[in-house]
């Protein structure tokens, strides 16, 4: 107990801290976690923080240009996109132009949240300012340089592509300016372009990553290569929080390159480390461990259980979200006038494609680790902990990361805290830790289940005149240290996309219950939004259907005045999309639904037919509203992408499920994400023009697919699909 | 251990490894070569996908005693084949990647599709690439880049 | 002289009958008589027997009716979206040599044997819904010389008794997790006997109810 309780401080940070919930609604991870920054920074506006040019840019004498970006960069293109957002304000050659993910420290934490992390969908989002300012900080610098050395006046100086152009025919290139210009102060304040000067900024760049993922040579955590390396496995216990009770190692220990085998503290309970020279040895040296676990007091969560209960939670009201109106409006609406609706979800894997790892360097009074992390600060932090070191005498290299989804951002840090604990026995060794497959697919940290319970009142115009809602659903938040972002009892990743609907229904109700379960969760790619959007579109498409209106005009006639981007989002989707020009052909079905999540809109319409008793998605076209477009290349590249990581939710073996406290699945085999098969043959996104400060791209795709296939195969079946995901149709 | 000759992207390697171990791990571990990933470990998701004597194989099932002196070719040595530099050009033409680490295994098994079918339809390409996982789901741009690819080969 | 002719026709018959069973019946095929081929109704009994090895999981997984094959003992459709390709071997970017060698690969649970491959679609023993067809539909189909490779009894039984992929069934390897999957209900020796009994009762097939 009290070792639990220990670490639960230390997770809280013995350093004076606090915690706020950013009032700036980019949903999903509103929180702010402050060290101790200035006022101005504590109210969640763009802090008046000074970040250090040469922290960010790099010229070099053979006119390279090395921009660090401040975030990892695990598919969603911020490797390039940031570059990009720097170069164009310092008139760079774009050709000459490298990048390098940042490790962790003071400067590169995300200006918003206050801490190192990608996530919230924040990438460009929070940085879009701060890399311009930069960029145009640095190109005053060099101006000023160029200036000085021709007596003329910045101002009667240009720049392009990495020279600096003088009055009278003078050039000089960045690179002979750098060293001197890196030794004038840093302007406070300088003047950015007008986004018509833009150059780079718009355009559709290729990525900058792309030839080294294309033959071999990029490297991921996974393929860290030290002196000296091991490699460490863990076997953990088959119920979350068993501990070990004996082990017998002997045969493990005879597997040749194992080196040691020995019980490690998990967040909850324990398990066995085995270290071996390679990867192979340690797995089978893990295979042969003979294991008694207590699992002696340990809830054994049970998926047909945990239904029973979620079902019976969400017939009665919970913890109050939203309440507007008059509650007992519902009951007094005619049964014929209402909708009862129920809908489940089931827990989620994230099962990025490479399997979560960490490796650290323990020496005593420093420490070294390399993590494909979304969570530099905690993860840094976590070990510096578990080595009694300061975050500071870690040095933390982020590398890159074959896809995350919201998994490598986790509170506990559990995975770089298993490799510091294995790291701290083997002093002066690096460790690599890898978690297999199939640890991912049974350690945990899932979407949550939920349970939903809708009852909609229709009025006389067809329009929903009262709306009771009840989610049912672990809190991503409780017991840890954000656990202040709960207010009155409800956990808002749970509700959103429910709670701050752009719909008008005057008499809206929205509660929650956030039952315990002995099952780690997490944030998965659009958190609330994955379930709640799928209730809302859905149940609204079949009040349009019931209104006989169509399903962009029911929308329409439903949004808010003020719901611009989602309005500007429907009608691009309207002028793009086949369904308002023809009819499906014979067999198909069109499906739309519309959501906003993290500030960007997204209208989607998809054309959805049956084969071998599936939904086949022919094409699917995306109206997308996400301010100033920065990349459009990567921008459909996330769209194109999302959707397709979205429909996890609905293919037939997209599912977590537990019997007697153990996860039911293995591998991919049990838990089968989409094939190619599975997702649309085309995707053609649409970008609404707008030079609106950039919103973000990566989780906004993600919560209108599953609902816009589900309202298509309801027109060709009549069916309606309220449990996910759809096994059989 | 035993000890194993392989023939690796046209190259003689020995090496000395148990010999159940996986060609795959003997590739990453003892022939440092990462650019073959390890996914799942079970052939579900092909990001381990070689050339071993010209068939597409995962090798993270093929313990390397059952090799032989069959050549094997990974993403490091695909660029040998004019096909494989045609694949990988079409694949950063159309800007396939995202995070990138599923990719080895798209182009290969890539390759082998366009070296059996050199204009493969859309049913041959879904059906060749089925097998292979993105979770970032760049599979609509992996459809263009083997079209993209398949017109650029006579 | 002084023998009888009716002791020397008998004698001579006897001598005849000695020499034709000798001669084994192999080469009977229905309706013909032979002194000591099986009656119908333990050929019928022996199919039975042989029956129940072709719709276990090891045998019939590979002969769908479907464009992929089947695996495990619940016989679920194989994972990754494997599927049939031409001549039951796959399709360029997945064939079954992708994964199966041509031995079984113990330390990573993949089953293998030479040459693995589907059975063609003309020796399915499953409808298209994974169903395994009756006992007379299946012994219609292998005993069709126009869909099984032109096999007559004595091919059959030599199938049974030496091909490999056949033999495989008894030694299919370890799964993934570890364990060892099933074989067939019968041993390979009461299998291959239960044929040759079938076969030299001139393998009779069930009539379809």
């Known amino acids: 107990m009290r070792t639990a309780m220990k670490r639960k401080n230390d997770l809280q940070l013995d350093r004076r801290s606090f915690l706020r919930v950013s009032s700036v609604a980019a949903g999903g991870l509103l929180v702010s976690l402050y060290f101790d920054l200035p006022a101005a920074s504590a109210q969640g506006n763009q802090p008046a923080k000074i970040y250090p040019p040469d922290a960010f840019v790099h010229i070099r004498p053979d006119g390279k240009i090395m921009i660090t970006v401040n975030r990892l960069e695990f598919g969603q293109g911020v490797h390039t996109a940031l570059p990009m957002v720097l170069a164009d304000e310092l008139d760079a050659d774009w050709s000459q132009v490298i990048a390098e993910l940042a490790p962790a420290a003071e400067v590169y934490k995300d200006p918003v949240f206050g801490m190192q992390m990608v996530g919230g969908s924040g990438s460009i989002a929070h940085s879009f300012q701060q890399y311009r300012e930069l960029g145009a900080k640095v190109r005053a610098m060099l101006v000023a340089t160029a200036a000085d050395r021709w007596r003329v006046t910045p101002d009667q100086c240009r720049t392009e592509a990495s020279m600096v152009h003088g009055p009278n025919k003078q050039r000089a290139k960045y690179a002979d300016l750098a060293i001197d210009a890196a030794r004038k102060t840093v302007p406070e304040k300088v003047t950015l372009k007008n986004p018509s000067q833009f150059r780079i900024i718009g355009k559709a760049v290729p990525r900058i990553d792309s030839r080294s993922k294309c033959d071999g040579s990029q490297k991921f955590g996974l393929d860290l290569d030290l002196p000296g390396m091991k490699i460490a496995v863990v076997a953990h216990p088959p119920v979350f929080g068993g501990k070990v009770k004996s082990v017998n190692d002997a045969e493990a220990r005879q597997v040749e390159g194992v080196r040691d085998v020995f019980e490690i503290p998990l967040v909850k309970g324990s398990g066995v480390a085995v270290v071996a020279d390679k990867f192979w040895p340690a797995k089978q040296a893990r295979d042969l461990l003979k294991i008694d676990w207590d699992l002696s007091g340990i809830e054994l969560p049970d998926s047909a259980q945990l239904w029973t209960k979620y079902r019976e939670l969400a017939r009665t009201r919970g913890n109050v979200a939203v309440t507007r109106g008059d509650e007992k409006l519902i009951d007094q609406i005619a049964a014929p006038n209402r909708i009862v609706a129920e809908f489940e979800f089931p827990y989620l894997a994230h099962a990025p494609m490479e399997p979560l790892n960490a490796t650290v360097r323990f020496d005593g009074d420093a420490a070294e680790a390399w993590v494909p992390s979304q969570f530099q600060t905690m993860d840094q932090m976590t070990i510096g902990q578990v080595l009694g070191l300061k975050p500071e005498q870690v040095t933390f290299h982020t590398e890159f990361a074959g896809g995350g989804f919201g998994r490598r951002a986790v509170i506990d840090a559990h995975v770089p805290r298993e490799a510091a604990v294995i790291a701290k026995r083997l002093r002066g060794t690096p460790v690599t830790l890898i978690w297999t497959r199939e640890d991912d697919v049974r350690g945990g940290y899932y979407r949550p289940m939920h349970a939903h319970r809708v009852e909609v009142g229709i009025g006389p115009d067809g329009m929903p005149a009262a709306w009771r809602h009840v989610i049912v659903g672990q809190s991503l938040v409780a017991g840890t240290p954000f656990e202040g972002m709960i207010k009155n009892g409800v956990d808002e990743t749970a509700v959103e996309g429910t709670s701050d609907t752009s719909y008008i229904i005057p008499d809206f109700h929205v509660s929650a219950h956030h039952p315990k379960v002995n099952v780690p969760v997490l944030w998965w790619r659009s958190v609330g939004h994955t379930h709640n959007a799928f209730v809302m579109e859905t149940l609204i498409d079949e009040l349009a259907t019931r209104a006989k209106m169509g399903a962009i005009a029911y929308r329409r006639k439903l949004l808010k005045p003020e719901a611009k981007k989602l309005r500007a989002a429907l009608d691009l989707l309207e002028q793009k999309t086949l369904w308002s020009k023809r009819l499906p052909p014979q067999g198909h079905a069109f499906g739309i639904a519309c959501h906003e999540s993290f500030e960007t809109a997204v209208a989607c319409a998809v054309e959805v037919s049956i084969e071998n008793k599936r939904p086949r998605i022919h094409q699917a076209t995306l109206a997308v509203h996400c301010g100033m477009a920065v990349n459009p290349l990567t921008i459909e590249s996330q769209f194109q992408g999302g959707i397709g990581f979205g429909l996890t939710q609905l293919v037939g073996q997209g599912a977590i499920t537990l019997k007697d406290g153990r996860v039911e699945q293995r591998n991919f085999d049990g838990y089968t994400p989409p094939y190619i098969a599975d997702v649309p043959v085309s995707v053609d996104v649409h970008i609404v023009p707008s030079t609106e400060a950039p919103t973000g791209c990566g989780e906004p795709p993600v919560p209108v697919i599953s609902p816009a296939v589900v309202n298509a195969l309801a027109r060709l079946t009549g069916k309606r699909y309220r449990s996910l995901p759809l096994v059989s149709i | ?154 | ?209």
Not at chain 2, 36 to 63: D, E, F, M, Q, W
Not at chain 2, 76 to 99: L, S
Not at chain 3, 60 to 68: D, E, K, L, P, W
Request: aromatic content about 6%; overall charge positive; some cysteine.
């Open chain 3, 1 to 209: 002289m002084f023998v009888d002719r009716r002791v020397l026709l008998k004698a001579f018959l006897f001598i005849l009958a000695v020499v034709a069973a000798g001669m084994g019946l192999t080469a009977h095929g229905p309706g013909e008589a032979g002194a000591s081929r099986p009656p119908v109704a333990d050929g019928l009994a022996a199919w039975a027997d042989v029956y129940s090895v072709l719709i276990s999981p090891r045998c019939i997984n590979c002969h769908t009716a479907t464009r992929y094959p089947q695996q495990g003992d619940d016989r679920h459709r194989h994972f990754a979206n494997v599927i049939r390709g031409r001549g039951g071997r796959g399709v360029p970017g997945l064939v079954c040599l992708s994964c199966h060698q041509d031995q079984n690969a113990d330390s990573t649970g993949v089953p293998g044997g030479p040459g693995w491959h589907l059975a063609p679609l003309s020796m399915k023993w499953q409808d298209t819904n994974d169903r395994p067809l009756s006992s007379a539909d299946v012994c219609r189909a292998v005993t069709d010389r126009s869909k099984n490779e032109n096999m007559d009894g004595r091919a059959l039984l030599k199938h049974h008794e030496e091909a490999e992929l056949v033999l495989w069934a008894w030694n299919p390897g370890r799964r993934p997790d570890g364990t060892m999957r099933t074989i067939p209900p019968l041993t390979h020796a009461q299998f291959v006997a239960a044929t040759r009994t079938w076969v030299e009762a001139g393998t009779p097939c069930p009539t379809a109810k």
């Open chain 2, 1 to 154: 251990m035993a000890t194993y000759q392989l023939t690796v992207n046209g190259q003689r390697k020995q090496v000395n490894v148990d010999p159940s171990t996986p060609l795959l791990w003997v590739l990453r571990e003892d022939l440092k070569m990462t650019g073959t990933k390890y996914g799942c470990g079970i052939s579900a998701c092909g990001a381990c996908t070689v050339h071993l004597n010209g068939v597409a194989t995962r090798s993270c099932v093929v313990p390397v005693s059952l090799v032989g002196d069959r050549p094997i070719v990974t993403i490091e040595g695909v660029a040998n084949d004019p096909v494989g530099r045609v694949v990988q050009n079409a694949w950063v033409e159309k800007d396939v990647v995202q995070c990138g680490y599923c990719q080895s295994g798209q182009i290969m098994s890539a390759v082998a599709l366009l070296k059996a079918t050199p204009k493969p339809t859309d049913e041959n390409i879904e059906e060749s690439m089925g097998g292979n996982l993105c979770r970032c789901a760049t599979y609509v741009r992996i459809r263009e880049a083997i079209k993209n690819a398949s017109q650029k080969i006579k």
